[in-house]
């Protein structure tokens, strides 16, 4: 099921940060220049990571050009020769020392930072981890195994952020689904943010779900910590949810084979919940890209079904809303399940066309 094409790869930032010093140094050389700036333009938009280069490496010109400007003159050794003041060519720019060196200055700082950006020092100045990147499409599943021994397994449509230091491990749940692997390391945190809510745990297993009533956590593993980010700001980057402050709501946990489940609404009113057998094997099912229901409503299952699939599925008779449907299934998979819907469940299923299925009551 699941598509590597759709995967993105890991990036080469030494090499993003060595182009974007370059461009700056042409923009400062040619600074009149339409074309080139149109050329620029369309480099930043190759992806997010060569627009945050370009800022990057734009701010820190900007510092060292201010620098320059602070340059004192250089002060001329050799006197000028006098000259007439009424017979001097008023056609012939004046020399001016101070202006020659922070030209000379400016090109120099524009060498050094190509220079800087190619031997990877900029991620040294600047201490900021960059930002890996890695989703799935619909109905694609992928695992990734990070540097420090954890992995993270994404379901269909899902996208996680990762950025690690030495201090820290931070992730970000930026939709759908994931299963993350902890590699226990006591002084070296892993924090999951998802939306407002982080996930924090040391060495532990566990299943981060956005959804629309809130944030579904489910302990497979050890203990964790859920907390809510302190802001009236939404989320939007990785970047902005570390720097925000956080209360501890609850810790989650799982021990001796027994497993529990957390929801966490917009009004942070945690709702805790121990996970019998049936249910947590329904709920991490998706692992072995499979669907397990045990007589969830017809809507729900249509709802996790629709997760994986880009066929439109239509419940056309409110009668059907009251319906309890179990069964296994494989994820992606639709004829199956709408073939026992009209088999063993008394359903009417039509197909409109090869997208879209109207489901309603035979009777």
């Given at each position: 099921m699941s598509d590597p094409?759709?995967?993105?790869?890991?990036?080469?930032?030494?090499?993003?940060?060595?182009?974007?010093?370059?461009w700056v140094a042409r923009l400062d050389a040619e600074p009149g220049s339409v074309d080139l700036h149109a050329q620029f333009d369309a480099w930043k938009a190759i992806s997010h990571h060569h627009g945050e280069a370009a800022a990057r490496l734009m701010g820190l010109w900007t510092e060292l050009d201010m620098l320059s400007q602070l340059t004192p003159p250089i002060t001329a050794?050799?006197?000028?020769?006098?000259?007439?003041?009424?017979?001097?060519?008023?056609?012939v720019p004046r020399y001016s020392p101070g202006a020659t060196n922070r030209v000379m200055l400016r090109a120099g700082l524009?060498?050094?930072?190509?220079i800087m950006a190619g031997f990877g020092v900029w991620g040294i100045w600047a201490n900021t981890p960059q930002i890996e990147v890695y989703d799935t499409a619909v109905g694609g599943q992928r695992t990734v195994n990070l540097s420090d021994g954890s992995s993270v397994q994404l379901n269909t449509n899902s996208r996680v952020e990762v950025r690690y230091s030495r201090a820290a491990r931070d992730l970000r749940l930026v939709k759908g689904e994931a299963f993350f692997e902890v590699a226990p390391n006591k002084t070296r945190p892993f924090s999951?943010?998802?939306r407002d809510g982080v996930v924090r745990a040391v060495g532990t297993a566990f299943v981060v779900r956005l959804q629309p009533k809130g944030i579904d956590v489910?302990?497979?593993?050890?203990?964790?910590?859920?907390?809510s980010l302190v802001s009236n700001n939404p989320v939007v980057s990785l970047g902005r949810a570390q720097a925000m402050p956080r209360r501890v709501l609850t810790t989650v946990s799982a021990q001796k084979g027994a497993m529990e489940a957390a929801l966490l609404p917009p009004s942070h009113q945690v709702e805790k919940l121990d996970l019998a057998p049936p249910e947590a094997t329904r709920k991490l099912a998706w692992r072995q890209g499979m669907l397990v229901f045990t007589g969830e409503s017809l809507p729900s299952v249509v709802a996790d079904v629709s997760?994986?699939?880009?066929?439109?599925?239509?419940?056309a008779d409110p009668a059907l809303n009251s319906l309890k449907v179990g069964g296994y299934?494989?994820?992606?998979?639709?004829?199956?399940?709408?073939?026992?819907?009209?088999?063993?469940?008394?359903?009417?299923?039509?197909?409109?066309?090869t997208k879209h299925v109207k489901l309603s009551s035979r009777l």
């Open positions: 094409n759709k995967i993105v790869r890991l990036v080469d930032f030494a090499a993003i940060d060595t182009q974007a010093a370059e050794t050799t006197p000028s020769p006098r000259r007439n003041r009424n017979t001097a060519d008023r056609s524009a060498a050094c930072l190509v999951v943010y998802a489910t302990v497979t593993k050890g203990t964790v910590e859920l907390a997760r994986y699939t880009d066929v439109q599925i239509e419940i299934f494989k994820v992606g998979e639709v004829e199956p399940m709408l073939e026992a819907l009209e088999g063993s469940f008394g359903v009417r299923v039509e197909r409109l066309d």
